[in-house]
């Protein structure tokens, strides 16, 4: 079956412009959630969505906000980007919610901020 | 912090030569978890031991887990060229709806 699928790979934007990232999540899977990577700070978590509501939320600014469609499909926005924000941005997929499962992650958008 | 630590940071075998990988954690778990990534693409899940369980395997894989001193270890046996990747353990916590990943560490497999 198809894996988990992130929209774009790669992107580059500009300080103070605003990036929406897309992840389609393995089929029948419901729970979707997103890392944030950096070499400074590894992979810290974001947040976690499960049947289009977000269950958990990590340590981020208001700036960075997700959603979940009724298809498990989930899209996550950063608002005036700054040059921190560069980072590999993952989704990864779940069966359920509670983290009781190994996680499907897809490839990653590369995020650059110019 | 819930993160996980792990060590060594860094580790260089020789091919054939066994590795091992440990992650300590600081509270108590519902289950711990080995991911692989190889050059900044996405982590591939490698094997999942419950807070139950002692040990597991996985073809050339064998994860420990010690509940009572929260530390786990992952050993890879007979390693190849195509295992250089960075490894990162992650824990799930009681009533969280999420995973908390380590540092990783990198290991690299010299022909």
């Known amino acids: 079956k198809a894996g988990v699928t992130q929209t774009p790979r790669y992107l580059i934007k500009t300080r103070g412009q605003q990036v929406t990232l897309s992840c389609s999540p393995i089929?029948?899977?419901?729970?979707v959630s997103w890392y944030q990577q950096t070499p400074g700070q590894g992979l810290q978590f974001l947040f976690e969505?499960?049947?289009?509501?977000?269950?958990n939320k990590g340590n981020f600014p208001g700036r960075f906000s997700g959603r979940q469609f009724s298809n498990s499909r989930s899209e996550m926005n950063v608002s005036t980007l700054e040059l921190g924000d560069s980072a590999l941005y993952l989704c990864?997929?779940?069966?359920?919610?509670?983290?009781?499962?190994?996680?499907?992650f897809g490839s990653g958008t590369r995020l650059t901020v110019v | 912090s819930q993160q996980g630590e792990e060590d060594p940071q860094a580790l260089s075998i020789q091919e054939g030569e066994n590795a091992t990988m440990n992650c300590s954690y600081k509270?108590?778990?519902?289950?711990l978890q080995w991911y692989r990534q190889n050059s900044g693409r996405g982590l591939v899940h490698l094997i999942l031991?419950?807070?139950?369980?002692r040990e597991k395997h996985s073809g050339r894989l064998r994860v420990t887990l010690d509940t009572s001193k929260k530390s786990s270890s992952l050993l890879i046996t007979a390693s190849r060229a195509a295992d250089t990747a960075s490894y990162f353990c992650?824990?799930?916590?009681?009533?969280?709806?999420?995973?908390?990943f380590g540092q990783g560490t990198r290991l690299t497999i010299n022909p």
């Open positions: 990864a997929s779940s069966p359920t919610t509670l983290a009781e499962y190994g996680y499907t």
């Open positions: 089929s029948g899977h419901r729970s």
């Open positions: 969505y499960f049947s289009e509501t977000q269950r």
């Open positions: 509270t108590s778990i519902n289950n």
């Open positions: 031991i419950r807070s139950n369980e």
């Open positions: 992650a824990t799930a916590h009681q009533g969280a709806q999420k995973l908390v």
